[in-house]
């Protein structure tokens, strides 16, 4: 095979996502291990652009060369796009491919940046070399679960706008629904990264397989952003996950917002939905305390995959 067919230069975006309450889901398939809960999906988020080079020069003896932010990254801090490109690479393929990802968050904040390097990756992978959606979107699933990413953002991610896990599994497997809703913008305060491992210890999660499990069945029952970020906090609340500086931080919040803020899980952030007519107010606040914050829409389409010429005018980031 070679690339002369496909072509030289892909631009995908995958949008960031914040997790608002979850069950983690373990099962000995990776396709069956995933995630329950709810969350939303942003505007902004992860650009992942592809270089195939035919036939190209080895650097430093390696075919495939990954890049954040514009810095090269060993396969050590990038282990699961690598993961991904390794398994989508045609095995015939001889050239070189670089793969560029962009992240409109901070990394380890709750964003879903690993997921988006992820499924962004595997989508320029399926244009240039002719897999299906469902197909490249597992292999960013599976990537993520073996290597200790995410559970459910690549289901959330490819199903857009405000989402509810109702099945747990990857693409194909799990199912996801979308809450109706008015257009709302949602405001996120991002702090820094949490340390996943310290808090998640045993009897830690099965706090929040209990909590979460019980949000996720009245949110069902009642699917609207009210509810959603009222269990939210409950959940972040009664876990445990929230500490003093962000529950002290939602309560200012909760001034200015029309609904409940909650905190980014897993992330020392907070968010919230609000309406452009609460943006002043809520910007005030946000810059009194100096606290970073970015404003983004809520992402209701698919994540998006094409050529970089065409898909660069009108691009959603």
């Known amino acids: 095979?070679?690339?002369?067919?496909?072509?030289?230069?892909?631009?995908?975006?995958v949008p960031a996502h914040i997790t608002a309450f979850f069950v983690p889901v373990f099962e000995e398939e990776p396709l069956r291990t995933g995630s329950l809960g709810a969350g939303v999906n942003l505007d902004r988020g992860t650009t992942v652009f592809m270089s195939i080079e035919e036939n190209g020069a080895e650097w430093m003896g390696e075919r495939?060369?990954?890049?954040?932010?514009?810095?090269?990254?060993?396969?050590?801090?990038?282990v699961i796009s690598y993961s991904?490109?390794?398994?989508?690479?045609?095995d015939e393929f001889d050239g070189e491919i670089e793969i560029w990802q962009y992240f409109d968050f901070p990394n380890g904040c709750g964003f879903g940046n690993s997921a988006g390097g992820a499924l962004g990756t595997a989508l320029t992978f399926g244009l240039?070399?002719?897999?299906?959606?469902?197909?490249v979107a597992r292999v960013a699933h599976v990537a993520e679960v073996e290597n200790g990413g995410g559970l459910g953002d690549v289901v959330a991610q490819l199903a857009g706008g405000i989402e509810i896990r109702i099945r747990a599994g990857g693409p194909g497997i799990g199912v996801v629904d979308n809450v109706l809703s008015p257009d709302l913008k949602v405001v996120s305060v991002h702090l820094g990264p949490i340390r996943t491992r310290d808090l998640l210890d045993e009897?830690?999660?099965?706090?929040?397989?209990?909590?979460?499990?019980?949000?996720?069945?009245?949110?069902?029952?009642?699917?609207?952003?009210?509810v959603m970020m009222e269990l939210s906090r409950k959940f972040a609340e009664r876990t445990g996950l929230m500490d003093d500086?962000?529950?002290?931080?939602?309560?200012?919040?909760?001034r200015v917002v029309p609904f409940r803020s909650s905190m980014i899980m897993l992330g020392r952030g907070i968010f919230s939905f609000v309406r452009e007519g609460d943006l002043p107010a809520v910007e005030g606040l946000l810059n009194d305390l100096d606290v970073p914050h970015t404003i983004s829409n809520v992402?209701?389409?698919?994540?998006?995959?094409?050529p970089w010429r065409t898909l660069r005018e009108g691009s959603p980031t």
């Open 64 to 78: 495939l060369h990954v890049a954040f932010n514009g810095e090269p990254v060993s396969r050590d801090d990038a």
């Open 245 to 254: 500086e962000l529950v002290s931080l939602a309560r200012e919040m909760d």
């Open 1 to 13: 095979m070679t690339t002369e067919d496909h072509p030289q230069l892909l631009r995908a975006f």
């Open 299 to 306: 992402y209701r389409g698919k994540p998006l995959v094409s």
């Open 203 to 226: 009897e830690v999660v099965d706090v929040i397989k209990k909590e979460g499990v019980e949000a996720l069945n009245r949110l069902t029952r009642d699917p609207r952003v009210p």
């Open 84 to 90: 991904v490109a390794e398994k989508l690479m045609p």
């Open 128 to 135: 240039a070399f002719g897999r299906t959606l469902l197909d």
